[in-house]
């Protein structure tokens, strides 16, 4: 596709419950981003990719959360033991490269998370 | 404190006006600056890039830095219904993709 893309555009889940967030990042895109945004507020950093490996996951809250890019394109953000303040849009970015970095993250919609 | 901040307003201006959104910040290691719209249920969208201090301008968009102040700005000239968003900064301190946000002003142009 022309842009990125993030599934579920929507999820709903329980307290407790797994969760897992799809990123489809722009074809050539070699580093990715994943953000959280909470109602009224700007976007949180959680971690980035450079390729496949984490180059910096220093956003990320706890242990509940865990990102992969096994393949250097795909990304899963994935959620164990959700909690109501887990609550969010989760943004996923892709850039050309990290380390130009002219701060032209490319932004998909976001899957907004739900636990109720 | 925030590393950076930003009135959340809403900010509501008439068609035609000049709007001045602005942030400021605490960490002087803060070299590059953006800007970022963002419309309803959309992902961000970046409208500007600065490097360091000084002025930019791109048609009716224009984006000062002070670095010596801690403060940035975006002026909007001639603004529209269509420009009605919520309007990010950020910043970073390097080469690199850890950009800090700053909460974002919702700014509504009417009719």
């Known amino acids: 596709g022309a842009g990125v893309s993030q599934t579920p555009s929507n999820k709903v889940t329980e307290k407790g419950k797994y969760v897992e967030l799809r990123c489809d990042p722009i074809s050539g895109h070699t580093a990715l981003y994943w953000y959280r945004q909470s109602l009224g507020q700007g976007p949180e950093f959680l971690i980035y990719?450079?390729?496949?490996?984490?180059?910096?996951d220093s956003g990320l809250p706890n242990d509940r959360f865990f990102a992969v890019r096994p393949e250097g394109s795909v990304s899963t953000l994935k959620i164990q033991r959700t909690e109501r303040g887990d609550s969010a849009v989760y943004l996923c970015a892709s850039s050309l490269m990290a380390g130009t970095n002219t701060g032209e993250l490319f932004f998909g919609e976001g899957s907004r998370l739900t636990v109720l | 404190q925030k590393e950076v901040e930003q009135d959340p307003g809403p900010l509501s201006v008439p068609e035609g006006a000049i709007v001045s959104l602005n942030c400021t910040y605490s960490?002087?290691?803060?070299?590059?600056f953006m800007w970022y719209r963002q419309y309803s249920r959309k992902g961000p969208e970046l409208l500007m890039y600065?490097?360091?201090?000084g002025n930019k301008e791109d048609g009716r968009f224009t984006a000062q830095v002070d670095k010596s102040s801690k403060y940035i700005s975006l002026f909007i000239r001639d603004s529209q219904p269509s420009d009605s968003a919520t309007y990010l900064c950020a910043m970073t301190p390097n080469q690199g993709g850890k950009l800090i946000f700053g909460q974002g002003t919702e700014l509504s142009v009417k009719p």
């Open positions: 600065t490097y360091s201090s």
């Open positions: 960490n002087s290691a803060f070299q590059y």
């Open positions: 990719f450079q390729g496949t490996g984490a180059a910096d």
